[in-house]
């Protein structure tokens, strides 16, 4: 059963609200120099929650090597007018990544956080743009210098299930 949505609720992410398929592209190494990219399909279902000032994402990846889950939480905040994004892998199931925060601006979402890969600091950045009524891509990168430069490490495109 869904609950009532909230009046003033945001819209940002009411284009990722469904069922879709999903090609995933990553770096085999991050912050190596690497240029070979795994390749594999997942999918990914979206509902609102927090009367619309939220929504879960419940993904399925379908790494080369094992099938794994995994949930991206969302939560906006109006009175910063900006959104929270964590991660929870089933790999890990007792630790949320650090939250990246953002917006929106002529359709476009940029989230950043401050991070650690490994023993590297880093600033994460994710990107999510709607392409299409039926697709969607979402990207991130790590930056090792303060976001002068970006290594794009994981690229979803995503095709919404008929």
Request: aromatic share 14%; charged share 30%; proline share 4%.
């Amino acid at each position: 059963m869904a609950l009532e949505l909230l009046a003033g609720a945001p819209a940002d992410f009411d284009f990722v609200i469904g069922d879709w398929h999903v090609r995933h592209r990553r770096l085999k190494e991050r912050l190596a120099h690497c240029e070979e990219w795994l390749e594999f399909d997942g999918a990914m279902s979206t509902r609102k929650i927090l009367g619309g000032f939220g929504n879960v994402e419940d993904n399925i990846l379908r790494f080369p090597d094992q099938e794994v889950r995994a949930i991206a939480l969302r939560s906006y905040d109006a009175a910063t007018k900006q959104w929270s994004i964590w991660w929870l892998d089933g790999r890990f199931p007792g630790r949320l990544d650090v939250p990246v925060v953002g917006g929106f601006k002529d359709g476009v979402g940029t989230f950043l956080a401050n991070d650690f890969h490994g023993n590297i600091p880093v600033t994460v950045r994710f990107i999510w743009r709607r392409i299409g009524p039926d697709e969607l891509r979402w990207d991130q990168a790590f930056s090792t210098d303060d976001g002068k430069t970006w290594e794009t490490n994981w690229i979803m495109d995503f095709h919404r299930k008929e």
